[in-house]
């Protein structure tokens, strides 16, 4: 089992950044394909980018690609999002998810194949 536990939110205003950053513990975390997903209020829960065991193959949801990069360090047991050029709508809950898999290359969007779930950290931009 590994937990998760996501920090870095917060509100900026539009045109700015934050890093999100995902802590595991547990298992070990190069065994897991990992994604972040987002929740906006009285939406669902949406695919954002998801990123290999090895970090080596990343994908992106088309809505944050260019502005969005995910990066993972194994060595730190963390997963990384930057946000650049923040717009309002990018306010959300965002979520780490981790999945097992013994597939090195293997990237996933698909939020019900995710094993575990981090707590979630707001991310607010304003206009």
């Known amino acids: 089992q590994v937990q998760l536990v996501e920090s870095g939110g917060g509100l900026v205003q539009a045109g700015g950044s934050l890093r999100l950053s995902c802590a595991a513990s547990g298992r070990t975390f190069s065994s897991y394909a990992m994604g972040w997903f987002r929740q906006a209020p009285g939406k669902e829960r949406e695919f954002v980018a998801a990123i290999s065991r090895g970090g080596r193959n990343t994908y992106y949801a088309d809505s944050v690609k260019g502005r969005f990069t995910i990066s993972r360090d194994n060595a730190k047991k963390t997963m990384y999002l930057q946000m650049n050029s923040l717009k309002p709508e990018d306010t959300a809950v965002y979520y780490c998810?981790?999945?097992?898999?013994?597939?090195?290359?293997?990237?996933?969007?698909?939020?019900?194949?995710?094993?575990?779930w981090g707590q979630g950290t707001q991310v607010t931009v304003s206009s």
């Open positions: 998810a981790a999945d097992f898999t013994g597939r090195s290359d293997y990237v996933n969007w698909s939020l019900s194949d995710y094993d575990y």
